[in-house]
């Protein structure tokens, strides 16, 4: 097979496997069910029509991960430039019991990411939630791997923190978590 | 909560644990297959990409923009944007856009314009609107309107539709050919006159030109009749970034004009009908705070770029500049001031002459901005040249020196006849009408502090035509600058400069601000500030003065001493730039701080005598300033501004190595000239025995305290004792304790037996010749007894 139809075998397979992925990604950054839809949709497209200019096919996912990155930024970009607010999931908390503390803890957690300065959250989401290896993240925002594993490190100190502050006698408020903009005390500790 | 989750693993889980799964609707596969069938196959995707690279080419950079600008389809354009050829550019209501091409040439169209850039990329087609066209070594041929074609003859132009018919074209530099159906016409202009031809409307006859003459008002005012003010932030007190900015009357509006490398001074004067503002800058050569650490340290005489000094005119219509510059053969202008018809400029300033340019003539210069021929009015150093109100009388100090003082005369331009009243002042003012002259006279007190005494002193107004006693103004004080007149010529302002020094380089700055009346009956302080005193001019009314200081930026203070009516700012405190402008700001600083560190490096080289080194640090400098206005497009930096500097580096790197080593051997005679008399004054007038036992001494003088600038170190003296071109110079000391005899030759190269350093009789005083003639002129005064510091 020649290097056209490898690419063009590994980007079908792609398609079947990551749509869903990508689908999600969307939505759990906070875009709404049908623009996720229609971003997906952008994603693949973009892929398939430059797929010239990819040269490792090892590296497609990143690379679709890339491309639909760009696609939010400019769509959030379009929509005014809204600060990212991240999906609600009250699916996810029930992985733990009400009451127990991973049940407090995930709580936190879903609080405080929204409030984490975008250059910490990303890579963060991408290494956690999507399930890219650092390489691959630190590929898919353009960043040398060591920035990038930096950056996590201090998303994760800053959730750490966050934790160790809020966790105890907390109390569960059921309000929307803030949209990204207090967070002049995480950034500067 | 039992656990702190400082476990990474168990933090991982926790986080993992708050991904939530969507499901995509189950059509969407289906969806994104139809899409993907109905896009274009990759492989032609990737032609796409080469065509669009090959269009680029001929490409067009968006370097500044205020929207709405879009291209023909209607998309948007950006700034950064890289436009190919072959495209179009419209500007709406109050759009505006330039764009440059990577050769240098630029296309500003104003508003409601639009423009079809060719697909050759050598002409323009010009629809609507104005388009002014910088056009960098023939890039453009030609701008085509229905009216006609105009053919660009290595010119920059002006082309303003007044309709489909006609076309309005300003010549601005060089000159254009003007053709159509009813004829042509070759459009010649001066630098800067304001020239207009007008293609003919069907059936016309001939293509008439007619020439405007500017008018100018030499007052000096950071303040425009209607108002607007024009001043300069320097971000960083280095100077690397000089911003002019603007704003209305009441402080209101303000916005970023343009950018420089290196440092402005305060803009003004304004040209009439508000359309354009004189500014200077200079070359950021003192900015470089680690010349010292990274060993590019030199004697400060090696370290002058040409031209040191630049005007422009800002025309704020458009935003484009244009250098109104002194000949090349000048190798240095100083305080340079315009005429006030605008048609000439004067300025004290040396030349190179002779059949090989190796000889050297300093005085001052007219400069005629129509013509550009230079006629020298007055022989030797000369400074602070101003014209009476009539423009037929310069006025004008000679450089400071310990005999003379600083000599203030008076040229009539039209006899040439030379006044000189035997009066000893700087920094002189014409009154309004003409009749009275202001001036300081110099300080007679202590001139330890710094050269800047030169043109301090106590205020004087002097009858200009009858003479007699000049009368003083500021009474109380001795060390004032500035006088300037009321616009009805009744009073004075001028400004006192407190300066204490703290030491390791930092100096607490403050002053004040006086007026008196012109009479010497009165005066009264209105105003007390901190911080460096930029400017302090009369506002045109004479009710209230503009005081402009780069702690407090602009203040409006009432002129009869009730205190400040406003304060607009104008700092770079209120001027905030947005982060990515501040990264690009950071960005161009630190380049233009690696720029003069090579250009620093290659006169190093030079004088070492390695010119190749040199050639290739020149270079690298140079690419650095021609990329400034592309790499950094949100600075809006001048592109005439840094080519200045990419040409002239340029020039050095083509120069002829035997003309650069006959330089610089002259160059190190010249300092050797400098040295020894200096070394002997501090060895009970013994010389050195021979050259190299200069060097242990030189390397321990510093030319100015606090500074990195060093006389010499270690390899810049081994180099300077020999001819670049590898001979030692020929010594002959003064015998231990003998005074020398005129005409005695006390150094002389080999290479070049019409190098030498001998000693010369003036004034009944025996001092060494130089070579350059540039030490006698230099802002520090003529070293005949050069003193330690």
Redesign the interface.
Known sequence: MDQ?AN??AAFTAA??AR??DI??YF??LGVE?AS??DL??ET??LA??????LRDESKLKSWLYCIAYRRFLRYRAGAAKQPVAL?E?H??GS??DPGS??Y???HI??QV?PTLPEKYLHP?LLV??EDLSYQEAARVLSLPAGTLAWRVHRA?KL??QA??EK??GYEIELSRPKAVGATDSLDKS | ??????D?KQ??Q????????????EG??N???A??AA??A??S??KS?FRQARKLVHAFTLIAARQPVTDGKGHALQLGDRLPAGCKVMTGEKGRVSLITRGGSELTLNSNSKLALAKNGKEATLSRGELYCRNRAHEFAAILTAAGRIELLGTTVDANMKDKQTVAVTVVEGKVRLENAHGEAIVDSGKKSLLMAQLPPEGGETVNTTTETAWYDSRESIVSESGQIAYMIQRDMDGLVAEIWMMDKDGKNKHRLRDYAGYGSTPGPWLPGDQAVVIKTYFPIMSVPDLKKRRAHTNSGGCMFEPWEKNWLLDLNTGQDTAFSVPSEFIFANRSSMSPDATRMAFGGGRKTGPERKDYEAGLWVLNLQTHQTSKLLEGGWDFPRWSPNGKTIAASQMWSSSVGSKLVFVNLENGAINDPGIRGTDAAFSPDGSKIAYVDDYQGDYGDNWHSAYIGRVYVRDVAAGGVAQLVSPKYERCRGPRWSPDGTRLLYTVVHTKDLGGGNYDQSFEVFIAAADGSWMKQIYQGKGWLEQAAWRPGGEAIYISDTLAGISLVAADGSGVLAVLGGTKEDSTLSSAEQKQSDAAQAAIQEAVFQYVVGRIRDYEGKFAEAKKAYLAAADIFAGLPWEYPLLNFSPNDVIVYADKLNEFTRRDPSAIADDICKSHLDQLGFLLPWYSKEHDLNYPANLAALTPWAKTKICIVDSMWRIADADTMAAMVKCPEGDDFIYTPTAPGKRPKAGDVILQCPRHPEHKIAWEENNGKLHLNSLSALRSISNFGPVDEPSAQ
């Open positions: 056209t690419r063009q398609l079947e749509l869903r689908y999600s939505r759990r069910a996720a839809e997906a949709q693949f497209v398939w029509q430059n797929l010239s200019s999906a999931d699916a996810a992985k733990h503390d991973e407090l803890a995930a957690v879903r990411l963060l956690y939630w994760l959730i750490r934790l160790a966790g105890d | 909560m039992k656990s702190n989750y400082q990474p933090l991982e926790l986080i993992r644990s708050t991904k939530a799964d969507f499901a995509p609707s969407l596969l969806k994104v297959k899409a993907l896009a274009p990759p492989a995707a990737r990409v």
